[in-house]
């Protein structure tokens, strides 16, 4: 459509000429009505000539990519620059969907000290979109007492699309005098909270328990199935009472996400073979998922690599982000990223398990891709040659030769990360006439 200040500027030229009559302005301001749609842009922006992975449409070649109204528009070997306000040029970068980290701590702002609903949590925006995050999903800082404070405090307030676990404990991830409390377990009104706000709550959280007892995954349990979301598992201390064989073969249900899969601290290896102990082979089979849940120390190499040399691989790659890890040897998603690919898992697979694994996890499957209609939630990628260092929670090196670095992140089809200015002008440029009208559909307003 054309736009109303420009037509307001051709009557008054009109006028002024004084060579047209009134009578003839509407079939006039028709005709230029109809050429101008006719060569207005039709996308709002284009990535242009990157290499383009999205597991869930099965894409993995060079691409462009179009976004209009904040929504992925169209996917295909040569969309024209001419059909955008702005096209950005993406040769020799990945482009992905946005990336899911299923496992963070950002309860943050309350002021409680040495807890996860406080002082332990990170704010999201600050540590997500230049990662190339789009979405996260808190992994059990709150539970139904305080949920409600979570989502007024941080997930209302974020740009980052942010989704809660649920911990199954009542007053959530706040210590032990709390989390080691069987009496605050209550799987039913922790699936009255978690339907209450079914758009944001995608899961059930147990965590941190050291008792003898299974109360907290039987809970949990019973949470999910009445919510009919997922429960994520970080088994707290060994316990012979408990071991993960039974948490694998009989207490948890297919869909169910253990997390902190290359931790070491609950029998995950086979001491013999030094692949995956035979309850994580179980329970892969039974269609229980593996998250990698990094954390401050939750990732060994002598579990990892040869794990992954066996060929027990993630089905999601995340963080674990809170105070410590983020300035320990887990640092950020990307990170964690070069963690597996360096041992040998391939890039397309990593990209997977950041994108369309995850989403499909917390069952979310309308994020993690690049489909036409889908939210335009992007991630550009540059894939660093070198000589990387890696380590674990044992300041135990891997040496890698990839390395990703986030160059842009697209949230809801604006542009929320620029690492070198890639979607900005030349300071001495012409002026470009869409200029205006491109930030206001690629930029958060400053």
């Not at 931790?263 to 269609?287: C, F, M, N, W, Y």
């Not at 963690?339 to 398990?353: D, R, Y």
Request: aromatic content about 8%; glycine content about 8%; charged content about 25%.
């Amino acid at each position: 459509m054309i736009h109303p200040v420009r037509i307001a500027h051709f009557t008054k030229a009109i006028f002024r000429s004084g060579i047209v009559s009134a009578l003839l302005l509407p079939s006039i301001l028709f005709a230029q009505t109809t050429s101008d749609a006719a060569s207005a842009p039709v996308y709002d922006l284009i990535l242009k000539g990157g290499h383009v992975f999205d597991d869930k449409n099965q894409i993995d070649t060079e691409m462009d990519v179009a976004i209009r109204d904040g929504r992925i528009a169209k996917v295909a070997v040569h969309i024209p620059s001419s059909d955008a306000l702005k096209t950005i040029d993406v040769k020799g970068l990945y482009v992905t969907p946005g990336l899911i980290d299923i496992h963070v701590h950002v309860y943050a702002g309350t002021g409680e000290r040495n807890s996860y609903a406080g002082d332990n949590s990170v704010p999201p925006d600050g540590f997500t979109f230049r990662n190339g995050v789009t979405t996260v999903v808190d992994a059990g800082c709150s539970g139904w007492r305080n949920f409600e404070d979570f989502k007024q405090r941080i997930i209302d307030r974020s740009k980052t699309r942010v989704f809660a676990l649920l911990n199954i404990v009542g007053s959530g991830m706040r210590g032990p005098q709390y989390e080691q409390n069987p009496a605050d377990m209550d799987g039913e009104a922790t699936a009255a909270m978690a339907l209450k706000y079914p758009q944001v709550v995608v899961g059930i959280k147990t965590a941190h328990y050291a008792g003898p007892d299974w109360k907290p995954v039987e809970q949990a349990v019973i949470a999910g199935t009445k919510a009919n979301i997922p429960v994520m598992v970080d088994f707290g201390e060994y316990r012979p009472t408990r071991p993960i064989y039974d948490l694998m073969t009989v207490k948890l249900r297919p869909g169910d996400i253990y997390t902190h899969m290359y931790s070491g601290l609950r029998h995950e290896q086979d001491p013999v073979t030094l692949g995956p102990s035979k309850a994580l082979i179980e329970g892969r089979k039974r269609g229980i998922y593996f998250d990698v849940g990094f954390g401050g120390g939750s990732f060994k190499w002598s579990l990892a690599a040869p794990m992954i040399k066996d060929g027990f691989i993630p089905d999601s790659i995340s963080t674990d982000l809170h105070i410590e890890s983020m300035n320990s040897a887990m640092k950020d998603d990307l990170n964690v990223a070069g963690h597996i690919l360096a041992a040998g898992v391939p890039l397309k697979e990593v990209i997977a398990e950041m994108t369309s694994h995850p989403a499909h996890e917390i069952k979310h499957d309308e994020l993690g891709n690049l489909s036409v209609g889908s939210v335009a939630d992007v991630a550009v990628l540059r894939l660093e040659k070198g000589k990387f260092g890696f380590t674990d929670m044992m300041n135990k090196r891997f040496d890698g030769t990839e390395k990703l670095i986030c160059e842009l992140t697209i949230k809801d089809g604006k542009i929320v990360y620029d690492l070198n200015g890639i979607s900005a002008d030349r300071w001495d440029a012409p002026e470009d006439p869409h200029a205006a009208e491109a930030s206001r559909w690629t930029t958060f307003a400053h």
